[in-house]
């Protein structure tokens, strides 16, 4: 079975085959070298290796800085939970009756308390379980104004780890970045003259699991065929 390689060139080679005589002045195809251009392998090695300098400064130095940054923010976010979680909880002075005819005060650790005071305190009556739960949630409200003043003079606020990276780490990685995809872009854009670097240009893009940009192969296609 013919390969990839194989059915493009005898495709590019045919029209210069089944040419009339009187068509010579037209390039001759089959008789064009079926080996890559050093343009061609200039753009690709560039590519390799941007890619690899930019791969190694992000192995070497950006995760490392990444994972510190990560664990910091993360300590950062445990410390200011442990500061919430010791501001303490309240009991209502009030109680109310339960079913089996005993007498429960509520408490802002428990959620279902916190549930039933916010239910309950909408309620009209003036029963004491209503006034239980509105004393509930005068509680409630008090501690999570605690809460907010201590997450207000945390020294600490929450961040994103990227925001803790040095901007000269980031500044770096980001360049390598570009470059490598700009090195990237100069061989998908590569603007293909040879059969060979067409048949290369394609296997590249398959590889890479690349659509083809239609009117760039139709300018391609036509540099091969000497209609650009």
């Avoid at 990839?4 to 008789?31: D, H, M, N, Q, S």
């Avoid at 509105?134 to 207000?152: F, G, P």
Wanted: glycine share 2%; aromatic share 8%.
């Amino acid at each position: 079975m013919a390969t990839r390689r194989e059915i493009l060139a005898a495709a590019i080679a045919a029209p210069a085959l089944a040419a009339p005589a009187v068509a010579c002045a037209a390039p001759t195809f089959a008789c064009l070298p079926m080996t890559v251009s050093p343009q061609w392998q200039d753009a690709v090695a560039r590519m390799d290796a941007a890619s690899a300098d930019h791969d190694a400064y992000y192995e070497a130095t950006y995760e490392p800085a990444w994972k510190t940054a990560k664990a910091a923010a993360l300590q950062a976010d445990e410390e200011l939970q442990r500061r919430l979680d010791a501001v303490p909880h309240y009991t209502t002075s009030l109680a109310y009756e339960t079913a089996d005819g005993n007498f429960a005060h509520m408490t802002t650790a428990n959620r279902l308390d916190i549930g039933r005071a916010i239910g309950g305190a909408q309620l009209t009556d003036l029963s004491d379980y209503v006034s239980c739960c509105r004393e509930m949630v005068s509680l409630i409200n008090k501690r999570m104004d605690e809460q907010d003043r201590v997450k207000a003079e945390f020294e600490q606020p929450k961040v994103h780890p990227a925001q803790l990276i040095s901007p000269e780490i980031a500044r770096e990685e980001k360049r390598l970045q570009d470059a490598s995809h700009a090195a990237f872009k100069a061989v998908y854009d590569f603007a293909a003259a040879a059969p060979a670097d067409l048949i290369a240009k394609i296997e590249f893009l398959k590889s890479r699991d690349i659509d083809i940009d239609h009117d760039q192969m139709l300018a391609d296609l036509r540099r091969v065929f000497g209609e650009a």
